[in-house]
Nanobody, 116 residues
Framework: QVQFVESGGGLVQPGGSLRLSCLVS????????MAWYRQAPGKQRELVAD???????GYADPVKGRFIISRDNAKNTVYLQMNSLKPEDTAAYYC??????????WGQGTQVTVSA
């Protein structure tokens, strides 16, 4: 069974940076397109960034130019480097499959709070 363990969140001031990590187990990680999602209080979960098995990346408009998604197939890990953070980036962040139909369970997520 696939498991996602997110880490790296925390409290950061506006303009600061954080690097999130997601360790994935239970699958042949290297063959799957992966993604980071986030959910702010009272809002629906949204796609933030995705990375294909070959390393091609995509970003939601609000984070373009500020966030960088990457993966290390040897470590079964996907990363999200977040720079120039804004208060509106405050949310719980989750990793999962990029293809919606593959998504079954979610990890616990990691909380990111951007505040002065």
């Amino acid at each position: 069974q696939v498991q996602f363990v997110e880490s790296g969140g925390g409290l950061v001031q506006p303009g600061g940076s954080l690097r999130l990590s997601c360790l994935v187990s239970g699958i042949i990680f290297r063959i799957y397109d992966m993604a980071w999602y986030r959910q702010a209080p009272g809002k629906q979960r949204e796609l933030v960034a995705d990375i294909s098995f070959g390393g091609s990346t995509g970003y939601a408009d609000p984070v373009k130019g500020r966030f960088i998604i990457s993966r290390d197939n040897a470590k079964n890990t996907v990363y999200l480097q977040m720079n120039s953070l804004k208060p509106e980036d405050t949310a719980a962040y989750y990793c999962n499959f990029r293809v919606q139909s593959r998504i079954g369970s979610w990890g616990q997520g990691t909380q990111v709070t951007v505040s002065a």
